[in-house]
């Protein structure tokens, strides 16, 4: 999925603004239908003024949602986000504000929202993202947070996948144990052989033999194994990798081009789905033009991973003790 953000040139509005309006009828038409006067009339004047910005994300030439938002000293007040139905659930979400987050003045305090009594799902997501109700104001409720919390959210792409050194090696270890610890199905997914090392160096070693044909033990399939390190801090948070073919008779059948593993205490802040789509850029590198990812049938989180970067479902096929599922990603 490659999606654009772009703040809209304001004096292009008149053309925008039936586009931006039939994407809000057809989310709200349920909750608080909206009649286009009273829409444009509302948002145009609110557009003139220099601090509401109005930022576009587009897909193509089409686009497929927008947001509006004020800063006002120190609080950003979010005033209007709309996603077409189908980019829904699709992390779109989560780049989004990424994207924003960095957009954004330094020193901001407070994020603020308005959502409608009767938007169940806006108020979830609001709250879901540390903001409170602090007021009403007739059929909408006034939500506020802590800025800095909010922002936390939003930074799962603020990490680079790298080759294992020995700079990491004290982490790479609590990440083995950590692991070890969890109750996991798939341990070491996408983690080489950091099972069976008796030391980080080990695993290092082994990872940078693996990763050419000349060098890579008899019968592997070369592959890299990446750790994913949070920039903010340096942590590991995760670990991929990436095997240059499935030329393999497990690999072809249910291993598929690449694993992933996040450290339990990191998980549901969206760094799977970043290694992965960080990890399809890379394939797209080595020239592959189509990836194979698989999962357990059991591993709903593994499949949304996929499905958020574009998995598309082909089959089931028996796998070592389950059923895995096979999708593929066009590069
Ligand atoms: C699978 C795994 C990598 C997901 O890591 P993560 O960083 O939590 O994933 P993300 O935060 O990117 O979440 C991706 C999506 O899965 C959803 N999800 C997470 N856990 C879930 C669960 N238990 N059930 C259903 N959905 C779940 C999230 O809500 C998110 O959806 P969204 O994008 O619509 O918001 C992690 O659970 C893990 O390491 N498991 C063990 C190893 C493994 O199974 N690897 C995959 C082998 S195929």
Not at 76 to 97: A, D, V, W
Not at 228 to 242: M, Q
Not at 246 to 255: R, S
Request: net charge negative; proline share 4%.
């Amino acid at each position: 999925m490659n999606i654009r953000f772009e703040y809209a040139d304001k004096t292009r509005l008149e053309a925008l603004l039936p586009g931006l309006f039939a994407i809000l009828r057809d989310n709200m038409g349920n909750i608080a239908p909206v009649e286009w006067e009273a829409w444009r009339a509302q948002v145009q004047p609110a557009l003139a003024k220099a601090a509401r910005q109005l930022v576009l994300m587009r897909s193509g030439g089409d686009i497929v949602g927008f947001f509006q938002y004020y800063v006002s000293g120190e609080t950003f007040m979010m005033e209007e986000i709309q996603l077409k139905p189908e980019y829904q659930g699709t992390g779109l979400f989560g780049r989004f504000f990424s994207w924003l987050t960095r957009q954004l003045p330094k020193g901001l305090k407070t994020v603020a929202a308005y959502a409608h009594a009767d938007n169940h799902k806006s108020r979830n997501i609001l709250t879901h993202l540390g903001l409170h109700e602090a007021g009403a104001d007739g059929a909408y409720l006034y939500f506020e947070g802590d800025y800095a919390m909010f922002e936390k959210h939003f930074q799962a792409d603020r990490i680079r996948l790298i080759e294992p050194t020995e700079a990491y090696a004290e982490d790479i270890w609590q990440f083995r144990q950590e692991i070890l610890d969890s109750t996991d199905e798939d341990k070491f997914a996408g983690c080489g052989n950091l099972a069976d090392c008796q030391s980080a160096a080990e695993w290092i070693e082994a990872v940078r033999k693996g990763a050419s044909a000349a060098t890579c033990p008899e019968g592997r399939v070369p592959s890299n194994v990446y750790i994913a390190v949070r920039e903010e801090d340096g942590k590991i948070v995760g670990v991929t990798d990436l095997r240059h073919h499935i030329d393999h008779p497990i690999l072809g059948t249910w291993g598929g081009h690449l694993g992933y593993y996040v450290r339990p205490g990191e998980r549901h802040k969206g760094y799977a789905t970043e290694m992965l789509r960080q990890n399809l850029q890379k394939c797209r590198e080595r020239g592959l033009t189509r990836v194979m990812i698989t999962c357990s049938r059991d591993n709903p989180a593994s499949e949304k991973v996929i499905l958020n970067c574009g998995g598309v479902f082909e089959k089931e096929v028996p796998g070592d003790d389950t059923i895995i599922k096979r999708f593929w990603v066009e590069l």
